[in-house]
C-alpha cells in the first residue's frame, strides 16, 4: 500500500528567505507525485506534477521539487518565499490504483 | 471558466438530518471524487466515479452515498448526519486517473 509523510506540520520562514518541504512516500510500485497548495478558505490547486521523465520538476508560483527515486522523496522547494506563499501544501501519490493517498500537509507561513 | 462548482459552502445541521452535497463540473471530465478534510489531517477519500453510471467507495465511506446519473454531477448523500461527520468536503475532478485533479472551494458541514 502507498503511503506519503510530511516530515513537518508547520515551517515558519521570513519573506524571501528559501524554503524547502519535506515528503517522504512508500510504494512498491512506480508512482505519480503531486505537490498541491491550499489558500485559506479554498479548495486545492496543483502546484505541479511528477508522472516520468526529469526528475526536477517545475511549477507555478517558482516552486520546484525533484523526485528521488532512491530515497523515496519528493521536497518542495522555493529559492525566496514571498508573503503571499502562506498556505497549506500537501504531498500526494498515486500508485497503481484511481485514488490518491495525500499527506497530512504542512502549514508554510511567511513572515515579513 | 467555472471548473467544479460545490453548492452550499456552509451548513449547518441536526444530528439525525438528511441532505445533499452538490457538486457540478463543467470541463467534460470522466474521473469525479469526493474528500473530507479534518483539522490536521490530509483529505480522506469518501466516494469516487469513473464515469456516469459508476461508483465507487474510497477509504472512508461509511454514512455516505453518492450517485453518478450524469458526466456533470456528483452529489453526495448524507443519510443520518452524525457529529463525527462534522468536516470540510471537497470535491473533485480529473479528465483522466493519471492526470491531476481540478478542486471544487468546498463544503463546511457542521453536525450539532
Known amino acids: 500500500a502507498q503511503s506519503v509523510t510530511q516530515l513537518d506540520s508547520q515551517v515558519p520562514v521570513f519573506e524571501e528567505a528559501p524554503v524547502e518541504l519535506r515528503c517522504n512516500y512508500s510504494?512498491?510500485?512506480?508512482?505519480?507525485l503531486f505537490w498541491y497548495v491550499q489558500y485559506p478558505n479554498q479548495g486545492l490547486q496543483l502546484l505541479l506534477k511528477?508522472?516520468?521523465?526529469?526528475?526536477l520538476v517545475k511549477g507555478i508560483n517558482g516552486f520546484e521539487a525533484e523526485f528521488n527515486k532512491s530515497q523515496t522523496s519528493f521536497h518542495l522547494r522555493k529559492p525566496s518565499v514571498h508573503i503571499s506563499d502562506t498556505a497549506e501544501y500537501f504531498c500526494?501519490?498515486?500508485?497503481?490504483?484511481?485514488?490518491?493517498?495525500f499527506g497530512t500537509g504542512t502549514r508554510l507561513q511567511v513572515f515579513p | 471558466n467555472a471548473g467544479v462548482t460545490q453548492t452550499p459552502k456552509f451548513r449547518i445541521l441536526k444530528i439525525g438530518q438528511s441532505m445533499t452535497l452538490q457538486c457540478t463540473q463543467d470541463?467534460?471530465?470522466?474521473?469525479m471524487y469526493w474528500y473530507r478534510q479534518d483539522p490536521g489531517m490530509g483529505l480522506k477519500l469518501i466516494y469516487y466515479?469513473?464515469?456516469?453510471?459508476?461508483?465507487d467507495k474510497g477509504e472512508v465511506p461509511n454514512g455516505y452515498n453518492v450517485s453518478r446519473s450524469t458526466t456533470e454531477d456528483f452529489p453526495l448523500r448524507l443519510e443520518l448526519a452524525a457529529p463525527s461527520q462534522t468536516s470540510v468536503y471537497f470535491c473533485?475532478?480529473?479528465?483522466?486517473?493519471?492526470?491531476?485533479?481540478?478542486f471544487g472551494d468546498g463544503t463546511r458541514l457542521s453536525i450539532l
Open positions: 470541463m467534460n471530465h470522466n474521473y
Open positions: 510504494s512498491s510500485v512506480s508512482v505519480y
Open positions: 500526494v501519490v498515486r500508485g497503481d490504483t484511481d485514488k490518491l493517498i
Open positions: 511528477y508522472l516520468s521523465g526529469s526528475t
Open positions: 466515479s469513473v464515469g456516469a453510471g459508476i461508483t
Open positions: 473533485a475532478s480529473s479528465s483522466q486517473k493519471n492526470q491531476p485533479q481540478h
